[in-house]
């Protein structure tokens, strides 16, 4: 099981930007799938971007596509989530989670939270009008 650790949420206007970071513990993080979800009040979880081990694929929900990328670097074992021209609805909490299961055997890059299994505690991200 890999620790996770989110950070970089704020409050920021709509049209701004922030970066998250992701933190992951141990030598293991830079094998598996990472994804970043989020949460809004009253909402489910939803999908926002997944990234490969060696980060060349990534996948986005449409809702984020041309304004959020993810990337990582393995040598800190950090993804992050590079979030710009920023709207109220992409206020939520924001989780990044690990698919430490489907490590030597996932063919798809995992896009739904049942897919992952170390999650972090959150980040709250709001964006004001």
């Known amino acids: 099981q890999l620790h996770l650790v989110e950070s970089g949420g704020g409050l920021v206007q709509a049209g701004g930007s922030l970066r998250l970071s992701c933190a992951g513990s141990?030598?293991?993080?830079?094998?598996?799938?990472v994804g970043w979800f989020r949460q809004g009040p009253g909402k489910e979880r939803e999908f926002v971007a997944t990234?490969?081990?060696?980060?060349?694929?990534?996948v986005y929900t449409d809702s984020v596509k041309d304004r959020f990328t993810i990337s990582r670097d393995n040598a800190k074992n950090t993804v992050y989530l590079q979030m710009n021209s920023l709207k109220p609805e992409d206020t939520a909490a924001y989780y990044c989670?690990?698919?430490?299961?489907?490590?030597?055997?996932?063919?798809?890059?995992?896009?739904?939270?049942?897919?992952?299994?170390?999650w972090g505690q959150g980040t709250q991200v709001t964006v004001s009008s």
């Open positions: 989670a690990a698919d430490v299961s489907g490590w030597g055997s996932r063919l798809d890059v995992p896009t739904t939270p049942a897919d992952f299994d170390s």
């Open positions: 141990g030598r293991t993080f830079s094998r598996y799938f």
């Open positions: 990234i490969s081990w060696s980060g060349s694929r990534t």
